[in-house]
């Protein structure tokens, strides 16, 4: 393996790059990205990893959510409030059914760079570059806001150490105090149909906490606050370059853009410069894996990025889909456990189940993800496992982007309330209603014993999995 540097990805074919007419205004833009302080910190980083590493023991679960892709429009205050509320209220459901700690990522603070499938698009005969996020250009289709400007990867960092220094002030004044879980309620809370559900569970908390303090005569403060880290997909290579660096009393380079960056399915060529990039940094990384990938670039992808095997160092986020993952997940397992490296296993259950409206509309069905959740979980449970996180594309605004769920949302809804930019997110009624299901099916598995077929999700698909086999990266 050839010596690693910040740079040395340079030397590889980058795919999802943006063209900029001007290279020195880029040179201008990353040198002065070099210089600004970092959004996070080598502590935080390692902190999360060993949070990780106790998922991949079984010992706590990841919940990963957040935005498709973020806008700087967006950064505002009520905003950032609410995914950070939708996050907590989902951690809050997990911990309460499946009495596991949780670890709450955000998609957000980064999450402004998107792949496109083409590099331009064409409208009433005019062609442009494609939007590729607001890190690169504008949504506008029109020249002057599609052409990719370098500064712009200045202005993400400016909104992503706004967003990451808002939801610092939130956490350290005691906006995810368990004492006090009404702060989190969203405006339509009351007009979900599991809103009682979830007041009959923060009122039990709430119980909880009071008994534990009367018997210790003392104030319980270490709930007063909660860990959160940030994520985004390391998509645009000179940014991630520009944040990366060497810190003092720490081995090894750190990209402190962001605590936890993931590596897209459309760039996860193992000679590729976004894995060039990523074998070198010592964050905890994800990979997104998908059906079409073959036995030998999933074991070359484990092999590059955790060559020493250290635990919390890479987690596998399978995009199967609800038709293809009880064929695919049990193979993708077995190629792994060949390694005998040890992943953390999550399921991102929401990009192999888009689908297409009559109208052309990009919609996600809310019993596909369900149904792609239930199969993961019973595949890991049947091999001596356990799926160890889940990463959803959500929002705590009151959208209609994805299909069904307990209000039953129609085709005919997501024309009332449909913002995304580029793909379908979960609203926040949706989101509460999965993290009580999961949850339900969390609990059902520690409960139900080894001997019988784990039981199903509310909804889902059935069918048979695989005989039980120990697997590396398992409970």
């Given at each position: 393996m050839s010596k690693w540097t910040p740079t040395s990805w340079q030397d590889r074919e980058a795919l999802q790059q943006p063209r900029y007419d001007e290279p020195e205004e880029l040179e201008r833009a990353v040198a002065e990205l070099a210089e600004l302080p970092p959004l996070v910190t080598s502590f935080e980083v390692e902190h999360l990893k060993s949070q990780l590493a106790d998922a991949q023991r079984g010992e706590s679960f990841l919940l990963q959510g957040g935005d498709c892709a973020e806008s700087f429009a967006e950064c505002t205050s009520s905003t950032?409030?609410?995914?950070?509320?939708?996050?907590?209220?989902?951690?809050?459901?997990?911990?309460?059914?499946?009495?596991?700690?949780v670890i709450r990522v955000g998609r957000f603070a980064g999450q402004y760079a998107k792949p496109r499938s083409s590099d331009l698009e064409k409208r009433d005969g005019q062609e442009l570059p494609s939007y590729r996020g607001d890190l690169v250009n504008s949504l506008e289709f029109e020249p002057g806001s599609r052409r990719p400007d370098p500064?712009?990867?200045v202005r993400g960092y400016e909104k992503s150490a706004l967003t990451l220094n808002f939801i610092r002030g939130?956490?350290?004044?005691?906006?995810?105090d368990l004492h006090h879980p009404?702060?989190?309620?969203?405006?339509?809370?009351?007009?979900?149909?599991?809103?009682?559900?979830?007041?009959?569970?923060?009122?039990?908390?709430?119980?909880?906490?009071?008994?534990?303090?009367?018997?210790?005569?003392?104030h319980v403060g270490d709930i007063d606050r909660v860990d959160f880290f940030t994520s985004h997909e390391g998509l645009h290579l000179h940014y991630e370059q520009a944040q990366t660096r060497q810190v003092p009393h720490r081995d090894g380079w750190y990209n402190l853009a962001t605590h936890y960056p993931w590596v897209g399915l459309r760039t996860a060529d193992p000679d590729g410069a976004h894995i060039e990039f990523f074998r070198g940094i010592a964050n905890p990384i994800g990979i997104k894996v998908g059906a079409a990938m073959d036995d030998q670039q999933i074991r070359r992808l484990v092999e590059i990025l955790n060559p020493q095997n250290e635990p919390g160092r890479l987690t596998l986020i399978l995009r199967l889909g609800v038709e293809k993952v009880r064929d695919e997940l049990p193979r993708i397992i077995d190629v792994v456990a060949g390694t005998g490296i040890d992943v953390l296993w999550c399921c991102d259950p929401m990009h192999g189940n888009t689908r297409s409206t009559s109208s052309g509309r990009k919609t996600r069905m809310f019993d596909d993800i369900l149904g792609e959740l239930d199969a993961s979980f019973d595949i890991h449970a049947s091999k001596g496992g356990r799926l160890g996180g889940v990463h959803f594309e959500l929002t705590g605004d009151n959208v209609t982007e994805c299909v069904g769920g307990a209000r039953g949302l129609s085709e005919v809804d997501l024309e009332r309330a449909y913002r995304s930019q580029v793909d379908p997110r979960l609203n926040y009624e949706q989101a509460l209603e999965m993290a009580l299901l999961v949850g339900r099916k969390m609990s059902q598995l520690h409960h139900g014993g080894t001997g019988r077929r784990p039981p199903r999700l509310d909804t889902g698909s059935a069918g048979e999995v695989s005989s039980p086999r120990r697997y590396v990266g398992g409970a």
């Amino acid at each position: 393996m050839s010596k690693w540097t910040p740079t040395s990805w340079q030397d590889r074919e980058a795919l999802q790059q943006p063209r900029y007419d001007e290279p020195e205004e880029l040179e201008r833009a990353v040198a002065e990205l070099a210089e600004l302080p970092p959004l996070v910190t080598s502590f935080e980083v390692e902190h999360l990893k060993s949070q990780l590493a106790d998922a991949q023991r079984g010992e706590s679960f990841l919940l990963q959510g957040g935005d498709c892709a973020e806008s700087f429009a967006e950064c505002t205050s009520s905003t950032i409030a609410n995914k950070l509320k939708i996050l907590l209220q989902m951690s809050l459901v997990l911990v309460h059914s499946s009495k596991c700690k949780v670890i709450r990522v955000g998609r957000f603070a980064g999450q402004y760079a998107k792949p496109r499938s083409s590099d331009l698009e064409k409208r009433d005969g005019q062609e442009l570059p494609s939007y590729r996020g607001d890190l690169v250009n504008s949504l506008e289709f029109e020249p002057g806001s599609r052409r990719p400007d370098p500064f712009r990867l200045v202005r993400g960092y400016e909104k992503s150490a706004l967003t990451l220094n808002f939801i610092r002030g939130l956490i350290d004044g005691g906006f995810a105090d368990l004492h006090h879980p009404e702060y989190w309620d969203l405006d339509f809370v009351d007009h979900s149909p599991h809103a009682s559900e979830y007041q009959r569970m923060v009122e039990a908390i709430g119980d909880s906490l009071r008994f534990m303090e009367t018997l210790a005569g003392t104030h319980v403060g270490d709930i007063d606050r909660v860990d959160f880290f940030t994520s985004h997909e390391g998509l645009h290579l000179h940014y991630e370059q520009a944040q990366t660096r060497q810190v003092p009393h720490r081995d090894g380079w750190y990209n402190l853009a962001t605590h936890y960056p993931w590596v897209g399915l459309r760039t996860a060529d193992p000679d590729g410069a976004h894995i060039e990039f990523f074998r070198g940094i010592a964050n905890p990384i994800g990979i997104k894996v998908g059906a079409a990938m073959d036995d030998q670039q999933i074991r070359r992808l484990v092999e590059i990025l955790n060559p020493q095997n250290e635990p919390g160092r890479l987690t596998l986020i399978l995009r199967l889909g609800v038709e293809k993952v009880r064929d695919e997940l049990p193979r993708i397992i077995d190629v792994v456990a060949g390694t005998g490296i040890d992943v953390l296993w999550c399921c991102d259950p929401m990009h192999g189940n888009t689908r297409s409206t009559s109208s052309g509309r990009k919609t996600r069905m809310f019993d596909d993800i369900l149904g792609e959740l239930d199969a993961s979980f019973d595949i890991h449970a049947s091999k001596g496992g356990r799926l160890g996180g889940v990463h959803f594309e959500l929002t705590g605004d009151n959208v209609t982007e994805c299909v069904g769920g307990a209000r039953g949302l129609s085709e005919v809804d997501l024309e009332r309330a449909y913002r995304s930019q580029v793909d379908p997110r979960l609203n926040y009624e949706q989101a509460l209603e999965m993290a009580l299901l999961v949850g339900r099916k969390m609990s059902q598995l520690h409960h139900g014993g080894t001997g019988r077929r784990p039981p199903r999700l509310d909804t889902g698909s059935a069918g048979e999995v695989s005989s039980p086999r120990r697997y590396v990266g398992g409970a």
